[in-house]
């Protein structure tokens, strides 16, 4: 596990440790997707085209910043490794008017997706390596949590 002090030393570990928010000692993923949120919050006055394609931008930089970590770390997908988190608590938030609610229910429902990976992002996270595997699972479980989001949405069960 790198210190947080080589993080600094290397602007894309520090990108791939979700800021620092990897090293947390306590369920990295889910303080990644947290440190996500005042991003999001950023982002989610944005026109739907332009958050779509910052989400797109986040995923191909990820590829690139969470294969570099493994590389680095020499361990594929180190819990610390976080930006794929980022990415996709972004996916399960596009097109969703903001609100706390919907907020919390994104982040409860992409971090259930991602933490117990149903098929077939169970199967992503077996087979696909490399960045592209680090990221993929994340995307399916940012996909599925939002399809889930825009159901309840649809029902008015939110908002």
């Not at 894309?12 to 997707?33: H, K, N, V, Y």
């Not at 930006?83 to 994104?106: K, N, R, Y």
Request: hydrophobic fraction near 55%; glycine fraction near 10%.
């Amino acid at each position: 596990m790198p210190h947080f002090r080589q993080l600094l030393q290397d602007p894309r570990l520090l990108l791939a440790f979700g800021f620092g928010s990897g090293l947390s000692p306590i369920m990295p993923g889910t303080m990644g997707t947290m440190v996500a949120l005042p991003i999001y919050y950023l982002m989610a006055p944005l026109n739907i085209w332009l958050y779509i394609a910052l989400v797109v931008l986040s995923i191909l930089i990820g590829n690139y910043l969470c294969g570099y970590a493994a590389k680095k770390l020499k361990v594929h997908d180190h819990p610390g490794i976080v930006w794929d988190e980022f990415a996709g608590m972004w996916i399960t938030m596009i097109a969703v008017p903001f609100s706390w609610q919907t907020l919390l229910a994104g982040f409860v429902l992409f971090r259930i997706f991602d933490m117990v990976k149903p098929w077939p992002i169970s199967l992503a996270d077996k087979h696909i390596h490399g960045g592209v595997g680090i990221m993929f699972d994340d995307v399916l479980a940012g996909f599925a949590a939002l399809a889930c989001l825009h159901g309840a949405l649809y029902m008015g069960w939110l908002m």
